[in-house]
């Protein structure tokens, strides 16, 4: 799915845009960007992606699934136990074209306490009440919006819709659900992602569905450790 990685690389890079607002004091907001920055010091333990790409009417599909062998600087390190359909003979298979790690930083730019957000309270969402937070961002031809909703009194996240619009360059959502934890309020359980390049004579489509289990905590330091053993079943 070679054809389609550059274009997620610009999406990615296009996503991190500085956040703009005016200092924000709603107490539950705060909460809420306090957990973002806590789910940051988990990650997942099995990662499946199921990757689909469309261009010119060619479509490639590619099932990936990963486990966390280790760390190397803080930074987790992951096998690839199985990858449909099979890397061609003699080859191996690399670091995942379509790693979310760019669009996860972009969003995470407007999960700032200084954001101008707008509050919705008693919003339902599968069967229960939420706090629907909203935060819209432009910047030339880029126009982000994030609908992130959060348990009322602890501000723990349930789900989170990114979009972004460019103008002559692409059409991206971002569906990420999160799964109660213990020690972490919560943490992401899926992603589903959506491109549609809008470049010119460009006919092209990304989707990408990845599920995420088995969190474990990181390092303690940065520096702990290269790649170690995975963590334990």
Same mark, same amino acid.
């Given at each position: 799915m070679k054809p389609y990685a550059a274009a997620f690389a610009v999406v990615c890079l296009s996503l991190?845009?500085?956040?703009?607002?005016q200092a924000q004091t709603d107490p539950l907001w705060e909460k809420a960007v306090a957990? /973002?920055?806590q789910m940051k010091k988990w990650a997942p333990g099995e990662v499946q992606l199921l990757a689909e790409g469309r261009a010119d009417g060619k479509i490639?599909?590619?099932?990936?699934r990963q486990r966390l062998t280790g760390w190397d600087k803080g930074n987790p390190v992951y096998e690839t136990t199985q990858i449909e359909p099979p890397p061609e003979a003699g080859k191996k298979p690399g670091k995942s074209e379509f790693d979310m790690k760019g669009i996860g930083e972009a969003t995470e730019s407007l999960l700032r306490t200084d954001a101008r957000v707008r509050r919705r309270d008693n919003q339902p969402l599968h069967g229960k009440s939420w706090t629907l937070f909203e935060v819209a961002q432009s910047k030339g031809p880029m126009d982000v919006n994030v609908r992130l909703w959060v348990d009322p009194?602890?501000?723990? /996240?349930?789900?989170?819709e990114s979009t972004m619009h460019g103008t002559m360059m692409m059409d991206m959502s971002l569906l990420t659900a999160y799964r109660p934890h213990p020690q972490a309020g919560s943490l992401p359980s899926r992603f589903d992602f959506r491109m549609k390049v809008l470049v010119p004579f460009v006919d092209a489509t990304v989707k990408i569905a990845s599920d995420m289990e088995r969190w474990v905590p990181r390092p303690a330091e940065a520096g702990q450790g290269a790649a170690g053993a995975a963590p334990a079943r």
């Open positions: 991190v845009l500085p956040a703009q607002g957990h /973002a920055a490639d599909r590619t099932r990936v009194a602890t501000g723990v /996240a349930h789900q989170m």
